[in-house]
């Protein structure tokens, strides 16, 4: 049939597929029967004549708590080419689909058979580790693995993948989707989604342009009603314009409903009508082939074995009538042996139970699948059965799939109208499982299922508060907030009281929260140490103090989280204890934080989540070379295990530590991975901070516009929150990029702000690391008393705290605000101090020497600090402070050699990244593991890179990107 009045977009179709050697994908969006399937449909046809390949997927609502199932359809057609996959990847991807044993040919998603959980696993809310802890690697090395296969499978044949219903796909499925629809950009792969009008969906997320489906215009209605119905008499014709409204789908159907079924109604709802339309038809069947759409409408599956096993069940235990049941016959057990047998021969005859329903074209049978005509008609004949019916047609599903645990468990779910805990445990292992695969909406969702069967209200608190805090690992906070309140309308034990108050506290690290909030979680952390929980009272308290670094709680709530912190029965080198002292005490505990940190930093690498607590906790007290090292070294595992929640976290600490020592090449692509992965999961905050870092970057490269477009977007996101951290890093960008454009009055305006107490930018840790900036701007702008006043607030936290930043800091505004003589033994002190990590510092240290020394008139001993300094920074990339060397050095009487543009001032960002990486050796493969990219787009991105930098070959990267390496 052709496609009336949707010329414009066919055409933009036909035009995606034929430039798919450009990153290439829509999002096809409509109101329910307007036609996106038809769009789709023909779009697969220009794919198929062009010769691509074409895989798909259909969203079926009632798979949606199946993990992976749409995937699962997906990628079944190319699942051979798993085998060639990287390990990880291999093993994730496998076991997400469930195919660690031979698949079903016509399953649709993998079950996790091999589980051994019990009803009885534990998350936080019973004293483990909770709902952090990962197996599977979850959706990100589930994503990557789909990446790569599919660039794979696109390298022998350009390759269209298509999502129908996507609104309808599973989480994981559509979590997945969306990732690979991120990173498309250099495959010959085109993607097409189609997504119900206003249906939430990651897809919607994904960056793919949205193609709007309307309704026909009165035009192409009339052609397209004429053509399907040409013997209409006018009255009718007319009615059915009017009440179609230039739906398709209603084109097509209404004209079958007759008065006598229902009629048209003018008032009903168009979805009600086209619902109705179809319901007319089924009624009109005999009882067999309805009972057996209303099992395919039920399944999950479109296997018409498992139809027609399920249906043959149902009809043994009733009578082959039309007048209905008389009772509500149970259906009996299916002999487990011998079922096989008697589908397999007699599937022809046993397909003879469809026939009316496909002369009524309400479905297709076509490969062993059965499928309906529309979405529509599977809810329709779902919804219009009585709950009778529905509850033997899941039974018999039930039945039918023993090998299938967890689509068993839904259905017989589906069939127990009151608590069962024979039926809640299998609802737990099928949650397990599905967490087990990185599923995580799947386990909230057969969680919550089973605390609705739970017997005891214990199981059924435990479950709902299980499931929540799976919620708020996926970032879910309206489905966690349900689910505790829920949980809390038991009445909770203290134990489970604690819990319900620590889950919600995840979200955002609690910056939005009151910042009473913390004295509160103290107390809680406290008193559930103190009835021998230390595992959710370390996680409680971990929160807590995580708010003494995104806020300002005040320093009684500081105190009480170290008193908590003090009393739990943990050795004081524990890692979250080290970090938790760390975040509340920066400066009055930072003697022991640092050597906590020295001593558990010889273990690095051993468990990257302990690293990037470490490396959270040495920032915080000021020790940039230990937070960069510890933050780089948990970066690896995190990316290999998938966690890329964790991953902008590490990498935000490490670029925000690497940009104030000056390690310019490595703090930008961390940077902006950082950024990049904050906003794809979720994370604003941390992608307020290093977007934040961004602009500070770009102000010690002179870069000034966009070190002002990138803090103003880095404040657009903290401000409302009062996200401390990010605002004062945005002030140090502002500051830094007045200091080099000469405006020196409005660098200290913006610095200063970080030492006020009453101002959104102060952070009582990082407010004592800006001192160089803060003394030279002050210094400039006259404001040397002032400055003075500082110093003499800061000396006493310098006596307490061997903070390295800190006294780098300290020795060098004393040196540059001390008179006469002075100056030069303080100079001379400073430099002494050991800067061997911290080379930013030490340029700066000889930059504000050799100006001392010239303004005294004494050039020629002026030149060699100056000289250091511009080598210093052009070595670092910090073209502002290089720039300003060589003004100096002409001053004293010697010309300066222009600074070469480096590596990292001719690639972007991600360029570097790949760039970097090469340079170490690794592969494209390799490259493509560690950034989350297929490695043919690696690939593209090193051809592209080649030309910038005049190379021909990866193997002349290491000269042209070797970096300032600090004296050791």
């Known amino acids: 049939m052709p496609l009336f009045g949707r010329e414009a977009e066919l055409k933009a179709l036909a035009g995606l597929i034929d430039g798919l050697r450009e990153r290439g994908g829509v999002l096809i969006e409509g109101e329910a029967g307007i036609g996106k399937s038809a769009l789709v449909a023909a779009a697969v046809s220009v794919a198929s004549g062009a010769g691509l390949r074409v895989l798909t997927t259909t969203g079926v609502a009632a798979e949606q708590n199946l993990a992976y199932a749409g995937l699962h359809q997906l990628l079944y057609p190319v699942r051979a080419g798993m085998d060639a996959l990287p390990a990880r990847q291999r093993a994730a991807l496998r076991t997400a689909l469930g195919l660690a044993g031979p698949p079903e040919p016509g399953a649709r998603a993998g079950d996790p058979s091999e589980s051994s959980a019990q009803p009885g696993n534990t998350t936080a809310a019973d004293d483990t580790t909770g709902a952090g802890d990962t197996t599977g690697g979850g959706v990100y090395v589930v994503g990557l693995a789909t990446l790569t296969l599919l660039a794979e499978v696109a390298a022998d044949r350009p390759l269209l993948v298509v999502a129908e219903d996507a609104h309808w796909l599973d989480r994981a499925s559509a979590d997945v989707l969306a990732f690979v629809a991120r990173r498309i950009e250099s495959e010959p792969i085109v993607m097409i989604a189609a997504l119900r009008e206003g249906e939430p969906s990651p897809l919607r997320e994904a960056g793919l342009p949205v193609m709007t489906a309307g309704r026909l215009s009165g035009q192409a209605a009339a052609e397209l009603l004429d053509s399907t119905a040409p013997g209409l008499a006018p009255a009718a014709r007319e009615r059915i314009l009017e009440q179609a409204a230039g739906n398709p789908l209603a084109l097509i159907e209404l004209p079958g409903v007759t008065a006598d079924q229902g009629g048209l109604g003018p008032t009903a709802p168009l979805g009600e009508r086209l619902e109705r339309a179809f319901t007319a038809r089924v009624a009109a069947l005999p009882l067999p082939a309805r009972t057996a759409l209303l099992v395919a409408a039920l399944n999950e599956s479109e296997s018409v074995a498992e ?4 249906t043959h069940l149902i009809l043994r235990a009733r009578p082959l009538t039309d007048s209905g049941p008389t009772a509500s016959p149970e259906v009996s057990p299916a002999p487990t042996s011998g079922m096989e047998a008697v589908l397999v021969p007699e599937v022809q005859a046993e397909l003879e139970i469809l026939a009316p ?6 479905v297709e049978i076509c490969g062993g699948l059965v499928r309906f005509g529309h979405p529509l008609m599977r809810s329709a004949i779902a919804a219009a059965a009585e709950l009778g019916e529905r509850r033997r047609a899941h039974l018999a599903l039930a039945e039918t799939l023993r090998e299938h645990p967890d689509r068993r468990a839904w259905h017989r779910a589906a069939a127990t109208a009151g608590p069962d805990e024979e039926v809640a445990a299998e609802l737990d292992r099928a949650a397990a499982g599905a967490r087990r695969r990185g599923a995580v909406a799947a386990a909230v969702a057969a969680l919550e299922q089973a605390a609705r069967l739970s017997e005891e209200r214990e199981g059924k608190a435990l479950r709902l508060l299980r499931a929540a805090e799976l919620a708020v690992e996926s970032g879910s906070r309206d489905t966690a907030e349900r689910l505790v309140r829920d949980a809390r309308e038991l009445g909770l034990s203290p134990r489970r009281r604690a819990t319900a108050a620590w889950l919600l506290s995840g979200f955002e690290d609690g910056v939005r929260e009151d910042v009473s909030r913390v004295p509160e979680l103290a107390r809680l952390a406290g008193s559930i140490a103190a009835e021998g929980h230390v595992e959710p009272a370390v996680r409680i308290l971990w929160g807590a103090a995580m708010r003494c670094f995104w806020s300002e709680p005040g320093q009684a709530a500081r105190r009480l989280v170290l008193s908590v912190a003090d009393g739990l029965p943990l050795p004081a080198g524990d890692p979250r204890v080290v970090a ?3 975040y509340a005490g920066p400066f009055e505990r930072g003697a022991t934080v640092l050597d906590g940190l020295r001593e558990l930093a010889g273990a690095a690498g051993a468990d990257p989540e302990v690293d990037r607590y470490l490396g959270s906790a040495a920032l915080q007290v000021g020790a940039f070379d230990l937070a960069g090292r510890l933050s780089a070294a948990a970066a690896p595992g995190l990316r290999a295990q998938g966690r ?4 902008p976290r590490a990498l935000a600490v490490q670029s925000w530590s690497l940009a104030r020592l000056g390690d310019l090449a490595t703090a930008v692509p961390a940077a902006e991975e950082a950024a990049r992965l904050a906003e794809e999961t979720g994370q604003p905050f941390m992608f307020g901070l290093a977007t934040a870092v961004q602009a500070e970057i770009a102000a010690l490269r002179g870069e000034n516009e966009q070190a002002r477009a990138l803090a103003d977007q880095a404040e657009r996101v903290a401000l409302p929150a009062g996200a ?13 990029a007045a200091m080099s454009e000469g ?19 102060f952070q009582l840790g990082l407010r004592a690391y800006f001192l160089a900036e803060l003394a030279e701007a002050a210094l400039r702008a006259g404001r040397a008393a002032a400055m003075r006043d500082v110093l003499r607030d800061l000396e006493p936290l310098a006596a307490s705290s061997p903070s390295p930043a800190l006294h780098i800091g300290l020795r060098y505004a004393r040196a540059v605000l001390a008179p006469g003589e002075v100056a030069e033994e303080l100079f001379a002190a400073a430099l002494r101090a050991d800067l061997s990590g911290w080379p930013a510092e030490r340029a700066r240290l000889h930059l504000a020497f050799g100006e001392w020394l010239r303004r005294r008139r004494r050039a020629v001993e002026s030149r060699l600090h100056l000289r250091t300094a511009r080598e210093s920074f052009d070595a670092l990339g910090l073209a502002a402070w290089g720039e300003r060397a060589r003004q100096e050095l002409r001053g004293a009487g010697e010309s300066s050699p222009s600074r070469n543009p480096d590596a990292w001032d001719r690639l972007t960002p991600h360029e570097l990244s790949i760039a970097r990486l090469a340079a170490e050796g690794l592969t494209n493969r390799e490259i493509g593991q560690r950034l989350y990219l297929s490695h043919r787009t690696v690939g593209t991105h090193l051809h592209r890179i080649f030309p910038k930098l005049g190379v021909s070959s990866r ?3 290491p000269r042209i990107l070797r970096t300032y390496r600090p004296e050791e």
Request: aromatic share 4%; glycine share 4%.
């Open 307 to 310: 139809t027609l096993a399920a």
């Open 357 to 362: 329903a496909v002369e009524a074209r309400l």
């Open 580 to 582: 938790i002292t760390a």
């Open 644 to 647: 890329l929640g964790l991953l």
């Open 724 to 736: 401390r951290p990010v605002l004062a890093t945005v002030q140090l960008a502002r500051g830094l």
């Open 743 to 761: 405006r020196f009055d409005d660098a200290y305006a913006d610095l200063s702000r970080i030492l006020d107490p009453s101002d959104p930018a």
């Open 955 to 957: 193997a002349d990267l």
